[in-house]
């Protein structure tokens, strides 16, 4: 089957830009998330989708960070406006549902300049 | 919510040494624990896994994991190594829905 897509691979862009990553996950996938891994850290969460409604977003940013999946297929995840400490890798995955395991794509890396 | 910790950042070893990772975590109610690899320049992959049952789990490429949950740990085992399995190795625990992970080791064999 094929995996989870992500888009662009990488960007580089100036403080206080926007910027916005996509990604569409495995077909039949129900449940969609959105992780950022900074350089030395694990994962971290920062919004979980359930078909097109939103399961979790406590640790996403709010003021400058926001996420859709209008219809419950791909979604995408935007900064506005970017900040050094952005500068990370944006991960996507998806599962079966939420008692599955987890696929990830191969990540948007992030450098804020 | 739940934590995830993982020590010893750095492991430097020798090909066919020995391989275990720790990795505790701190949640009390019923959690479902994850391996994952990211080999360099590649995505995170699924290593192993621990639903329920035997807590022994056997995983691809030779890995194994024990869940002791008296100990809340959940190590990683790797009888003999090999260069290919150079990557970062990430502990996850799911409780509550939410998937946190740990900071990671990074494993270097050396040939």
């Known amino acids: 089957e094929a995996g989870v897509a992500q888009s662009p691979r990488y960007k580089i862009i100036e403080k206080r830009q926007s910027v916005a990553f996509w990604c569409n996950p495995i077909s039949g996938h129900a449940t969609l998330y959105w992780y950022q891994q900074i350089l030395g850290q694990g994962p971290k969460l920062l919004i979980q989708f359930q078909n097109n409604g939103v399961v979790d977003d406590s640790q996403l940013p709010k003021d400058r960070f926001s996420a859709e999946r209008l219809k419950g297929v791909d979604s995408t995840l935007k900064i506005q406006p970017a900040k050094l400490e952005d500068s990370a890798v944006y991960l996507c995955?998806?599962?079966?549902?939420?008692?599955?395991?987890?696929?990830f794509g191969s990540g948007t890396r992030l450098t804020v300049v | 919510a739940q934590s995830v910790s993982q020590h010893n950042h750095h492991v430097i070893l020798s090909e066919a040494a020995s391989l275990e990772l720790g990795c505790n975590y701190s949640?009390?109610?019923?959690?479902?624990l994850f391996w994952y690899v990211q080999y360099p320049g590649q995505h995170l992959q699924l290593l192993l896994k621990?639903?329920?049952?035997?807590?022994l789990v056997k995983g691809i490429k030779g890995f194994e994991a024990e869940f002791i949950k008296s100990k809340f740990s959940f190590n990683l085992r790797k009888p003999s190594v090999q260069w290919s399995d150079t990557a970062e190795y990430f502990c996850a625990v799911r409780g509550n829905n939410r998937l946190a992970f740990g900071k990671g080791n990074q494993v270097v064999v050396i040939p």
């Open positions: 995955a998806s599962s079966l549902d939420q008692g599955q395991g987890y696929t």
């Open positions: 621990y639903f329920s049952g035997d807590p």
């Open positions: 949640y009390g109610g019923t959690v479902n």
